[in-house]
């Protein structure tokens, strides 16, 4: 029920959780091991079951559940990595890093946003297309297995509409913004499930919110 609301008030949300969720049921197997990178509180923790989870964040914070936090040395299966390569001052040092940590043949998990509000400031540097995405693999020894765009041109339109208040500054008072969601979420409802609609009929791939991409390691 939680992702279905997620879903229908906060698309941008549901594709990065859904993105994982696809991932944690082709992936989580006993016998392998998984570093979420930028893990924070560890909120996908809970879809890998079976394989070993560790989490590493990409700076020292405050959180508890974090179980390495600096250089990690080891062999990995997986790396996840979601929304935090935008927030990289050195993004090409990060994929060496991923390589580094990664068995031949190790899978990368990445996702990151294209068409999104400044945030996190100061630490907000990048956007990346799926090119710049391809490019910063390839340099670094991956090859693209997956590439997806997360959003079409109607779901840009409608994030952008429904977030609208946060540009003018609503979020300042959080109570304020909560309750815009609750009026009007019928009608944030009909624009996203409308905008999906939409970006199935025209699909085109010159604009997306974001990015979900599954790299392998060349051996």
Known sequence: MALILKFLLMNFYFQIDWFV???????DRPGKKLLD?????????????????????????????????????GKYDYILCTQVLE???????MFQEFKRLLKPGGKLFLSTNFIYQIHMVPDDYWRFTEYGLKHLGKI?????????????????????????????????????????????SPLIMILNLTAVVLDQIFKTKSLAINYGVVYKKYD
């Open 140 to 184: 670094a020894g991956f090859k693209i297995e997956k590439l997806e765009q997360q959003g079409g041109i109607f779901q840009v339109l409608a994030y952008l509409l429904i977030t609208l208040p946060l540009r003018i500054g609503l979020e300042k008072w959080q109570w304020s913004y909560w309750l815009y969601i609750i009026l009007f």
């Open 21 to 27: 969720i696809r991932l944690a049921r082709k992936y």
């Open 37 to 73: 990178v930028g893990a924070g509180e560890c909120k996908y923790k809970k879809h890998f079951k079976k394989l070993v989870y560790k989490s590493q964040d990409v700076k020292q914070n405050t959180y508890k559940t974090i179980d390495y936090v600096g250089e990690v040395k």
């Open 87 to 93: 927030h990289v001052k050195k993004p090409e040092e």
